[in-house]
């Protein structure tokens, strides 16, 4: 496995997207291959899936089925997608991973992150980030941007309540503790170039250090 794994997390609008196309393109005049994807879903079947999880009639989904249609379209991705793209040599940025379903569903969902974990466990089989970069935001901010992005589509998941999206927040924030080793914090109300520059170092200092 030569390549880099790279995962982006946060609460919504917290700027992962804008951050990983900065990024991409950045590594790419460096002469890097690059591959930029997203969960869930980066391809055929966990895009299906997503187009349910997401899905704004869906109101009775259950925590639990929630919780194991995102391990099941993670697992398709990373054999589909990830793994190929590791062994390549790339750089793979990818948007959301494990630590979503821990924060969501394990913490805010209140199902457990340990019970969370050991569902994960199966569908990842030992493949994590080498590092995971989580954008902090005030989740009022992050909403407010997201509003203010119409092209964006508001999906379930958005439509959930502000207390639900502290609870996030304070499930990233437990995670980047127990984690400090693998997720670094950056402070992401602050504005793009600075929030970019800072991404950009640690990435960078991660590739330069293999
Ligand atoms: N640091 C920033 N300051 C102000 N606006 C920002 C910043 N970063 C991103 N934005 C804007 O906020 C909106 C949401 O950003 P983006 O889509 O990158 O977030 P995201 O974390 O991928 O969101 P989600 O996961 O909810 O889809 C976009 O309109 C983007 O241009
Ligand atoms: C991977 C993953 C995602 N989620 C949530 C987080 C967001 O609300 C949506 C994805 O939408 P985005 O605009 O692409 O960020 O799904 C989750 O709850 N659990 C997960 O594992």
């Known amino acids: 496995m030569n390549g880099c794994f790279f995962s982006f997390e946060g609460p919504e609008g917290a700027g992962k997207t804008t951050m990983i196309s900065k990024l991409e393109s950045l590594l790419r005049e460096r002469g890097i291959d690059v591959v930029a994807t997203r ?48 062994e390549a040599g790339c750089v793979v940025l990818c948007d959301r991973f494990v630590d979503s379903s821990l924060a969501y569903q394990g913490f805010a969902r209140g199902l457990g992150i340990e019970e969370v974990w050991k569902i994960n466990e199966f569908a990842i089989d030992g493949y994590m980030p080498s590092l995971t970069i989580y954008f902090d935001i005030d989740p009022q901010i992050g909403l407010e941007r997201i509003r203010r992005n119409r ?60």
């Not at 869930?40 to 966990?46: E, K, S, T």
């Not at 950056?186 to 929030?195: H, S, T």
């Open 151 to 210: 092209s964006r589509e508001v999906n379930r998941l958005d439509l959930e309540t502000l207390s639900f999206h502290e609870k996030v927040r304070e499930g990233y924030r437990e995670l980047a503790r127990r984690f400090a080793d693998r997720i670094v914090v950056i402070d992401a109300n602050r504005p793009l170039d600075d929030v970019f520059a800072e991404t950009t170092a640690a990435v960078l200092s991660r590739l330069k250090g293999r």
């Open 39 to 86: 969960e869930p879903g980066g391809v055929r079947i966990a895009e299906a899936i997503r187009s349910i999880i997401l899905n704004r009639d869906y109101t009775e989904m259950d925590g639990r089925t929630e919780a194991l249609l995102y391990a099941a379209a993670r697992r398709q991705h990373l054999l589909e997608k990830i793994v190929p793209a590791l």
